[in-house]
C-alpha cells in the first residue's frame, strides 16, 4: 500500500542557513510526489511536483526536491531560509494522478 | 481566477449535533476531493468525485457521513451526529488536470 513517512516532525533553522526537509514514500512503481506547504489558517499550497522524468525538480521560492527510486526518497532542499518559510510542509504521493496519500507534515520555525 | 471556497470556516458543535460543509470547486474542474485533517496531521482522503460520480468514499464513515455532488459543480460534506473524534480540519479541493487546489478549510470543533 502505497503511504508517505515524514520522519521529522519539528524542524529549526536560523533564516539565511539551508534547509533540508525528507520525505520518505512506499509504492510500488515510479509514483508522481508533491510537496506542499501550509500557512495559519490556509490551505495547502503546492511548492512542487515530480512526474517521471528529472530527478531534481524546482518549485516556487527557491525550493527544490530531489526524487531518488533506489532510496525512495523526495526530499525538500533550500539553500537560504527566510522568516516568511515559517509553515508547514506536507510531502504526498499520488498512484496514477488519482488520490493523493500525505505524511503527517514538518512544522518548520525560523529562527531571525 | 477564484480559487476553490468553503463555508462556514469555523464551526462549533455539541456531540450529537449535525453539520453540513460547503464547497465551491474552481469552475470547469471535473474532479473534487473531501480530506479530513485532524490537528498536527496531514490530510486523510475521505471521498472524491469526478463530475457527479463517487469515484471512492471507501474512507468515508457511512454511518454519519454523507457527501454530494448532485450537478458536478458544488459539493456538500454532511455529518450526520458528530462525535468529539471528529474535531478537525475539512478540506475542499478541486483539479482539472495536473494540478490540485485546496480551499482553506472548514475547522470543526466537536465539544
Known amino acids: 500500500a502505497q503511504s508517505v513517512t515524514q520522519p521529522d516532525a519539528r524542524v529549526t533553522v536560523s533564516e539565511g542557513a539551508s534547509l533540508q526537509l525528507r520525505c520518505k514514500y512506499s509504492?510500488?512503481?515510479?509514483?508522481?510526489l508533491f510537496w506542499y506547504v501550509q500557512y495559519p489558517r490556509q490551505g495547502l499550497q503546492l511548492l512542487l511536483k515530480?512526474?517521471?522524468?528529472?530527478?531534481v525538480v524546482q518549485g516556487v521560492n527557491g525550493f527544490e526536491a530531489e526524487f531518488s527510486k533506489s532510496n525512495s526518497s523526495f526530499h525538500l532542499r533550500k539553500a537560504s531560509v527566510h522568516w516568511s518559510d515559517w509553515a508547514v510542509y506536507f510531502c504526498?504521493?499520488?498512484?496514477?494522478?488519482?488520490?493523493?496519500?500525505f505524511g503527517k507534515g514538518t512544522s518548520l520555525t525560523v529562527i531571525p | 481566477e477564484a480559487g476553490v471556497t468553503q463555508s462556514p470556516r469555523y464551526a462549533v458543535l455539541q456531540e450529537g449535533q449535525a453539520v453540513s460543509f460547503w464547497c465551491d470547486p474552481i469552475?470547469?474542474?471535473?474532479?473534487l476531493y473531501w480530506y479530513q485533517q485532524p490537528r498536527d496531521q496531514g490530510p486523510q482522503l475521505l471521498v472524491y468525485?469526478?463530475?457527479?460520480?463517487?469515484?471512492?468514499n471507501s474512507q468515508l464513515p457511512s454511518d454519519r457521513f454523507s457527501a454530494v455532488r448532485p450537478k458536478g459543480t458544488n459539493s456538500t460534506l454532511k455529518i450526520q451526529s458528530a462525535k468529539q473524534g471528529d474535531t478537525a480540519t475539512y478540506l475542499c479541493?478541486?483539479?482539472?488536470?495536473?494540478?490540485?487546489?485546496f480551499g482553506k478549510g472548514t475547522r470543526l470543533t466537536v465539544v
Open positions: 509504492y510500488f512503481g515510479t509514483p508522481y
Open positions: 469552475s470547469g474542474h471535473d474532479t
Open positions: 515530480y512526474y517521471p522524468g528529472d530527478p
Open positions: 504526498a504521493v499520488s498512484p496514477g494522478y488519482q488520490n493523493f496519500y
Open positions: 468525485f469526478r463530475d457527479e460520480a463517487v469515484i471512492d
Open positions: 479541493a478541486s483539479r482539472q488536470t495536473a494540478e490540485v487546489f
